[in-house]
């Protein structure tokens, strides 16, 4: 037999071992439902009409459990508490601005239909704002079904060519290192990075599919091996669409408005007490055996205050966020690095040092240089640039995902969502947003570190690459503002550890403790979605309080099914 059918053989193995045998195993997981690892401890519902919860954070993992409380566990809305350091709720599902000052998307949460199932369960009880008589997941649904994603410019090179991107580009080598991954326990692959996985076969990097699926998601070369295994699993539903980002599922306007203010207002409508501006400094635990947290310090009003636990209350703590230490721009002033402090770095920092099980933050925040990137929103008066960019690409708003600019320096991308993406957009206004992953790196055309630069010179390199320069002076006159977002924390939940570094959502002796956020430890999910969140706050409000009545939608297991595996190992061989 040849070398190069030995390794076709070898990898269909590979392949198989990495669960194509497990097609009974997978209808027997969809039949019951359910998923062992996610399920529930068994145990008597701890609810009371006395308990207080308090949740540390004001994200979407909170909001979520203060969801699951009042739906799932007959929670007073005026016992649920959220406290957030920063003036708004959302963490880091943001979206803001005026139509005089321009937008800000710090960046775009992406969504997907196949693999976020807890997320569309929980928000198939929250009301839409906009379509009366609809939850947000049927309003998130009609829009996407609307407006289907099929990018046609997905890469595109330093000529400003549209590359054909039907094929991966692997050769033998990237295919059989990329089997061997999926098939390899990950318990082997403590603190390795994906660079070191590769490094018999750097041509990886340089294919198709790397450049395609680092901004679709956001690694780095240096990134955790366990995470882009994760991804590999989680989505190899996507693998064999990757070049159109046809599972992209978008939200009508940017995820503050479309996903944020609808279980916000939901929650208020029941009660809920929201703290903004009230930020946790340390938590209390009880001396000894086990987990109970006591009390929560924290600051408000430039006043310190204490909140004491008393038997039955529960405290729920956000144990990291990756827009920490966020920083804004404008069109004539660069976004600051600034990653000294980071809040809920610090807190996890305090409070991991006082039990054990509470997880390690020093791999994700303490390495600000590896973990940035930086992104810029665009708000023009008129669609000039749009239509520019709607010609060169072939994709009209809202249909091309990502454009990324393979060959920049910055590994440069863009995203033109359907207009409006924010409900305060003007008739005559659009906007976009794009981000760079290499921030130190000096640009191609504007000679200077993408995060020493202004927005004027962020849309500048972009109009190079476009290679729109003839009408540069016309389209920069109808620009409102352009504003940069420096983010030192963004892909901290990707960086390089050991399996025990981050936390249980529900620490082994935890008696009313829990942690949930993109670096608690949860079997088979992928972080850096809102999937996470919501599956995170509801393994901890149904495990401490022990709702058993209920069950956590199970990871769906596409990684078993024979048919989505033969199909992403066809797209290999394109």
């Not at 610090?346 to 240089?369: I, M, Q, R």
């Not at 023009?380 to 709607?390: A, D, F, V, Y």
């Not at 389209?475 to 990707?494: A, G, L, T, W």
């Not at 599956?535 to 990871?555: D, E, F, H, M, Q």
Request: hydrophobic share 40%.
């Amino acid at each position: 037999m040849s070398a190069k059918k030995n390794n076709h053989t070898l990898l269909k193995v590979t392949m198989a071992a990495a669960g194509i045998g497990a097609a009974a195993a997978y209808g027997a997981a969809r039949a019951a439902g359910r998923n062992e690892k996610n399920s529930v401890p068994a145990g008597e519902n701890k609810t009371t009409k006395d308990n207080e919860v308090y949740f540390v954070g004001g994200g979407l993992g909170s909001l979520a459990g203060a969801a699951y409380l009042v739906r799932d566990a007959g929670f007073d809305g005026k016992r649920i508490h959220i406290l957030e350091g920063m003036p708004v709720l959302g963490g880091s599902n943001d979206g803001s601005g005026t139509p005089a000052e321009g937008f800000v998307c710090r960046g775009g949460r992406m969504l997907n239909e196949e693999t976020y199932e807890n997320f569309w369960e929980l928000f198939s009880s929250i009301p839409s704002l906009d379509w009366e008589g609809h939850s947000v997941t049927e309003e998130i649904l009609n829009f996407d079904h609307l407006h289907p994603t099929h990018a046609q410019a997905r890469l595109v090179d330093g000529d400003a060519n549209i590359l054909d991107v039907h094929s991966m580009g692997f050769n033998h080598a990237d295919r059989m290192a990329l089997g061997k991954l999926l098939a390899t326990p990950e318990e082997k692959l403590d603190d390795m990075t994906i660079e070191e996985w590769f490094k018999d076969t750097p041509h990886f990097f340089e294919t198709n599919f790397w450049y395609m699926w680092q901004t679709t998601f956001a690694f780095q070369t240096w990134s955790s091996l366990f995470e882009f295994r994760r991804y590999m699993n989680r989505m190899i539903f996507e693998f064999s669409r990757i070049e159109t980002l046809e599972g992209v599922t978008r939200t009508p306007y940017n995820q503050y408005e479309s996903v944020i203010l609808p279980i916000q207002k939901w929650l208020e409508a029941r009660g809920v007490d929201f703290s903004i501006r009230a930020a946790v400094t340390d938590i209390d635990f009880k001396e000894g055996e086990g987990i109970t947290a006591t009390a929560i310090h924290l600051e408000r009003n430039e006043e310190e205050e204490v909140i004491r636990l008393k038997e039955g209350d529960l405290c729920i703590m956000t144990n990291g966020c990756m827009t920490d230490n966020a920083a804004l721009g404008d069109m004539d002033t660069p976004a600051v690095f600034r990653p000294e402090k980071p809040m809920s770095g610090e807190l996890w920092k305090k409070v991991s040092a006082k039990k054990p099980g509470l997880g390690n933050p020093a791999p994700f925040f303490e390495k600000p240089e590896e973990t940035n990137w930086e992104s810029f929103t665009v708000t023009m008066k008129g669609s000039r640039l749009l239509k520019k960019i709607e010609k060169f690409s072939g994709n009209i708003p809202g249909s091309g995902a990502l454009m990324t600019f393979k060959d920049s320096s910055w590994r440069m991308s863009i995203v033109v969502a359907a207009q409006p993406h924010f409900k305060a957009q003007e008739e005559d206004e659009t906007i976009f947003w794009g981000y760079g992953l290499y921030t130190r790196n000096v640009g191609d055309y504007i000679k200077k570190p993408m995060r020493e630069c202004t927005g004027r010179e962020m849309l500048t390199e972009l109009l190079h690459h476009l290679h729109f320069e003839d009408e540069m002076e016309e389209i920069m006159e109808s620009v409102v503002n352009v504003i940069p977002c420096m983010m030192p924390y963004i892909d901290s939940q990707f960086q390089p550890r050991k399996m025990s570094d981050r936390p249980a959502v529900v620490p082994e002796g935890s008696t009313n403790f829990a942690m949930i956020s993109q670096f608690v430890e949860i079997p088979e999910d992928m972080v850096f979605t809102e999937e996470y969140s919501v599956r995170a706050a509801r393994i901890a409000v149904y495990s401490l309080l022990g709702i058993t009545n209920k069950r956590i939608c199970p990871v769906t297991p596409y990684n078993k099914d024979p048919r989505i595996l033969g199909q992403a190992l066809k797209t290999s061989y394109r």
